[in-house]
């Protein structure tokens, strides 16, 4: 059984940065990927969408093509943490993050829906 634990959220004004980390225990194999989702005020869990994505075995990264310039995934794969860096915040980023993963892959998963385990999420605001 796999857990996911995420910590790092909080308020903070635009222009500002978070740092989120995911540290996930239950799984041996490498074959493992690990995402995070976004989920918007008013929105259900279900209805949101994958903005980051990590491919632990060989360290494969994928980015939403809306804040490559901005996130930065990446991992301490001892530790089995994987990290989330937003920087330049913008209000529209305001939502509740949540780490997921999939174990049995062999690349990024970039969708929210092949996700199998997920943490309690962690809560972003970004105000204006």
């Known amino acids: 059984v796999v857990q996911l634990v995420e910590s790092g959220g909080g308020s903070v004004q635009a222009g500002g940065s978070v740092q989120l980390t995911c540290v996930a225990s239950?799984?041996?194999?490498?074959?493992?990927?690990v995402g995070w989702i976004r989920q918007a005020p008013g929105k259900e869990r279900e209805e949101g969408e994958v903005v980051a994505s990590i491919f632990i075995g060989h360290d494969s990264r994928w980015v939403k093509d809306s804040e490559q310039d901005r996130f930065t995934i990446s991992q301490d794969k001892a530790k089995k943490t994987v990290y989330l860096q937003m920087n330049n915040l913008k209000p529209e980023n305001t939502a509740k993050y949540y780490c997921?993963?999939?174990?049995?892959?062999?690349?990024?998963?970039?969708?929210?829906?092949?996700?199998?385990?997920w943490g309690q999420g962690t809560k972003v605001t970004v105000s204006s």
């Open positions: 239950g799984y041996t194999t490498d074959s493992v990927a």
């Open positions: 997921e993963a999939v174990v049995g892959e062999r690349w990024t998963v970039r969708a929210a829906i092949e996700y199998d385990y």
